[in-house]
């Protein structure tokens, strides 16, 4: 890795080199944010005013790149180069570093979106419904009661990444979150025969944390940050998403702390989803609206904060025995239309 000479040394005091480096215009590449993981991540000593020990810092804190320092906010860098200044300094750097700009054409925006891909659910119905899949760039909400299958589709879709782009995946790994101990390798051997996948493999390449409270739940996936490219993650699960904020902070003196807390988790989820190109899916719980006498009594946890932090959210409810209904709510892009499928020992199945 290629080191400019100014970065090497004298950063300790915190003092950042003068921006007299203007015609290094040379390492400023057109990267553009077009966020694909397939990319060289530019390494944080490249940042003008970085040197070793910072950069040892940073990439204690879980920034591995010029990119994930580019979109930091100031606060986020703050606890790590210690001023405010310094913070808006190296992030502006690294903006310039990577390329990144204020303004881009709509067409650049079109291009962009064409990185987006699709994870089939392994379900033909639910597929269509999705509109393809499970997107990356995205994060999509499953919610619904105990029992419909939730978490079944998060094994299912834990296997379905590792495929290859032919038959409905992108040879990814999965990184899957656990935080009610409902995560079964089990289940996990008899998705990937049926899929046809070996076993053992498949296993390997799902990579599992138990998130034992809401703290740790963001810690993990601070921690995701460096593993995300170097593991080839493509998905990201966690089931569930609000039950340790709802245990830790109840009634309505909490509230404001849990919802501030939990939309913070949200935008990491959604930045690191959009950086690397990967696709995020959380589970949520329903929670009773007992003043609803018409229409549905029960609403997704989380409230606004979850409801805008999810780009797809998809209900599920239960229909005849082994059979379960999921509809796409609130989206401006779907029609509310229905699909079918059932819970089977292969998994989930049209
Ligand atoms: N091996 C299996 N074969 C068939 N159905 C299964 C199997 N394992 C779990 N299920 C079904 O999955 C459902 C539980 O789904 P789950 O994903 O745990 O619900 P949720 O996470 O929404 O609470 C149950 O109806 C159960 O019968
Ligand atoms: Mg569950």
């Known amino acids: 890795m290629p080191r400019r000479k100014d970065s090497l040394e004298g950063e300790e ?37 970085v040197g070793k020990v910072t950069a040892q810092k940073l990439r204690e804190a879980g920034f591995m790149s010029a990119r994930d320092v580019a979109y930091a906010s100031i606060r986020d860098l703050l606890g790590v180069v210690g001023s405010e200044d310094r ?38 119905a639910l597929d269509e419904l999705l509109g393809g899949g499970i997107e990356t760039r995205a994060i999509t909400e499953l919610v619904g009661e105990f029992g419909v299958g939730k978490t079944q589709l998060c094994h299912q879709l834990a296997v379905m990444v590792q495929l290859p782009e032919d038959k409905g995946g992108l040879r990814g790994k999965a990184l899957y979150v656990d935080t009610e101990n409902t995560f079964r390798p089990e289940r996990v051997v008899q998705i990937a025969k049926y ?21 740790h739940q963001m810690i993990i996936v601070d921690e995701a940050k460096k593993i995300i490219d170097s593991e080839g993650i493509r998905l990201i699960v966690i089931d569930s998403l609000v039950a340790h904020f709802r245990a830790e902070y109840p009634g309505r003196e909490n509230l404001a702390e849990r919802q501030q807390k939990l939309n913070h988790f949200i935008g990491q989820l959604l930045r690191i989803a959009d950086l690397y190109n990967i696709a995020v899916v959380f589970t949520n719980q329903v929670i009773a609206q007992p003043d609803v006498f018409f229409g549905n009594p029960q609403k997704p946890a989380g409230g606004n ?38 819970i089977a020992e292969e998994g989930l199945l049209d």
Do not use: C
């Open 13 to 49: 005091e915190g003092e950042l080199q003068d921006e007299t480096t203007g015609e290094d215009g040379s390492a400023v590449v057109e990267e553009q944010s077009s966020g694909s993981s397939t990319e060289e991540a530019i390494d944080v000593e490249e940042i003008d005013g």
């Open 87 to 124: 913070a808006k300094q190296i992030i502006q750097s690294a903006q310039r570093l990577i390329g990144l700009k204020s303004f881009v054409t709509a067409f650049e925006v079109y291009e962009n979106r064409r990185s987006v891909k699709y994870i089939s659910t392994g379900v033909k």
């Open 195 to 215: 899929r046809g996948l070996d076993p053992q493999e498949a296993l390997r390449n799902i990579l599992y944390a138990r998130a034992y409270n809401s703290d």
């Open 305 to 342: 904060v979850v409801a805008h932090g999810a780009t797809y959210r998809l209900w599920l409810r239960k229909s005849k025995e082994n059979t379960r209904i999921a509809k796409i709510f609130d989206s401006p892009m779907h029609p509310e239309k229905e699909a079918l499928f059932r």
